[in-house]
């Protein structure tokens, strides 16, 4: 094998329930052209694709790709069973939660393994087209209202019937992201009335762009440079509680979408809030994955109580994998053409600040800035 020849390999997810893969055969198709391209049987049967599908789309289907392959497209981190498996020198991408995975950090880095990770991607106009957290949150949001919907007593859109006038349902949106803006424009496309929460001010238009009645609060210099919320004090979480207290204990539908990167989710809606809601509410927490913006959310269960259901799922994508797998495909692609500059090797440049940013190690060295501070306080 010809040295620093990159093959690229797509590994079957092992994670529980993770029904996505990391690359589709129309990108591979396009990989194909000068890369080999090694998948492992049956990777992609989830999402819709078979072997033939990889098969004609130039692949090879092997039942380990690890022995044959150096650049490791992954969807999420490698289970502390596969960490022996990817070989010395390799290159991966893919979810690899920087921030809570000290052993595998600390493997890449006895291993001389260059991570990417990308969920770090910045939220600049050049990284648009591999911001794959954009993707899946547009996923997770359209998905949410769907499950409200469907675990809901009450109908969402206004209707007028002979036997009466079925009123809309009332939907409130905490945090205004990605996701969040998706859930309000799918439910007010049902038919709802949409409040949304989100203090940072900039997203007092974006909300109204997609059908929602903005819930008046604002706090200055409360996104960081990326555009995501900062970490704030409980004085101001006990303040935003106060103000949405009124519209939680009213609405029919609350999806919660508020995170921190790599801190615990802030409680936003109290079980005493809880206590005064609907019977037949539904929470749906997309901050689950943080620990839940709902003091009663337990992770990946639907929790029923007194007669309101919360829904904790910390994988709504892998509940739609053909779409999300497309998406998330294709913006792997676009990372690869870039760290690759539209050559065979991978080319680094850490002044570039998307490679700075979802580089986690390289040549045995930590390099995201925020992964490195962590450390070095540890």
Request: charged fraction near 25%; proline fraction near 4%.
């Amino acid at each position: 094998m010809e040295e620093n020849r990159i093959i690229i390999g797509i590994p079957k997810e092992k994670y529980l329930n993770e029904t996505r893969v990391a690359l589709v055969p129309k990108d591979v198709k396009t990989l194909s052209a000068d890369f080999e391209v090694y998948v492992e049987k049956d990777a992609g049967i989830n999402c819709g694709y078979s072997n033939e599908d990889y098969i004609n789309s130039g692949a090879k289907i092997v039942d380990n790709v690890y022995n044959y392959c150096n650049f490791i497209f992954k969807v999420r981190k490698l289970l502390k069973e596969e960490l022996n498996l990817i070989k010395p020198n390799s290159y991966i991408v893919g979810f690899l939660e920087p921030f809570n995975s000290n052993d595998l950090i600390n493997y890449f880095l006895e291993n001389d393994i260059t991570s990417f990770s990308v969920e770090l991607i910045p939220r600049i106009s050049r990284a648009q087209n591999m911001d794959a957290l954009s993707s899946m949150s547009t996923i997770a949001g359209y998905k949410a209202v769907l499950l409200a919907a469907n675990y809901s007593i009450k109908m969402f859109p206004l209707l007028m019937t002979a036997a009466g006038t079925i009123t809309p349902a009332k939907v409130l949106v905490i945090g205004a992201g990605v996701a969040g803006l998706q859930a309000i424009a799918i439910s007010k496309k049902l038919g709802a009335i949409v409040d949304a929460f989100d203090p940072r001010p900039a997203t007092k238009d974006q909300i109204k762009s997609v059908g929602g009645n903005y819930i008046e609060f604002s706090i200055e210099n409360f996104e960081d440079k990326s555009g995501y919320a900062k970490e704030v004090d409980e004085s101001i979480i006990l303040k935003e509680r106060e103000i949405l207290k009124p519209y939680v204990v009213n609405s029919d539908v609350i999806i919660t979408t508020a995170m921190i990167p790599g801190k615990k989710a802030p409680i936003l809606i109290t079980k005493d809030m809880v206590d005064q809601m609907k019977l037949g509410s539904v929470i749906v927490d997309l901050a689950a994955v943080s620990g839940g913006n709902c003091e009663l959310t337990k992770t990946d269960e639907v929790f029923i109580y007194n007669n309101k259901t919360i829904i904790g799922y910390t994988n709504l994508p892998a509940l739609m994998p053909l779409d999300a797998s497309n998406l998330y495909s294709r913006n792997l692609l676009n990372l690869f053409k870039h760290l690759t500059k539209k050559s065979k090797e991978v080319k680094l440049d850490f002044n570039d600040e998307i490679e700075k940013e979802i580089t986690l190690t390289y040549k045995k060295q930590i390099i995201n800035p925020k992964l490195k501070e962590l450390l070095t306080k540890k």
